[in-house]
């Protein structure tokens, strides 16, 4: 199964409208080096809406049955419009997240689904097993500046874990690295140089957590245009050992 980064960056993207800062100068002259905002897709499913979602589905050419959500804010969820190609979708998530969905759907359309289309929300509890499709998810809360939560999902005898949005607090929760333990991939955000309680990890913390986990592959996304430059990420997570790599828009892992 192939699983695909399709946004590897944070909310303002790389290159950021008139940052000067050398990641969006060198961004604006290579565009192998530019960041959409946050999303990943995987067998008709996608993981966060992000701004960049028209391009992300132009490019990625698929079709989507069911969207989860990691959590309500802007480089997550304001793409959702974007989906209105698609007839029947399912959404996933918490509540707060959901109703954050369905106001966007009524801004757009009037209403939680644009005409003549069938979309569902349906609400998760965190740590509960939920079937969705022929998958097993479970919704896990991290700490960030709202309710927000990360995912583990089995699907075809493969197990990926996604951090979704997360600060540093998630390396001192048990609870959470015991359920993503041993994954076949690791989406782990990894946003910026030092992490910010309470909001996003650094990079020390990113790899900190790929160590814990001990996912067959790790994946670090979601990273910020002030974040290190792309190959001095890739070294740190070279040197640390861990099979992975640092994302760029449009990586994909086969598992
Ligand atoms: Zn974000
Ligand atoms: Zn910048
Ligand atoms: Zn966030």
Known sequence: MKVVILGSGS???TPKPLCTCENCSRAR???ALRRTRFSLYFDK???DPSPDLHYHLERLNKRVERVLITHGHFDHIFGLPELQVFKR???YSHREALEVAKSLARLAFGSESPEGHEWSYNKLEFWEETRVGKMKV????VTHTVTAG????EVGGKR????GDTGPEILKDERAIKLMEGADLLIAEMTHREAIPGSHLG???AIELAKRVGAGYTVFAHISHSNYPHEVLEKRVREAGIPGEVARDFTWVEV
């Open 11 to 13: 909310y303002s993207g």
């Open 29 to 31: 002259i290579n565009p």
């Open 45 to 47: 499913t996608l993981v």
């Open 89 to 91: 979708l399912k959404f």
């Open 138 to 141: 479970v919704h896990f809360p």
């Open 150 to 153: 990360g995912f583990v999902i």
């Open 160 to 163: 990926i874990a996604i951090t």
């Open 203 to 205: 990079v020390r913390e």
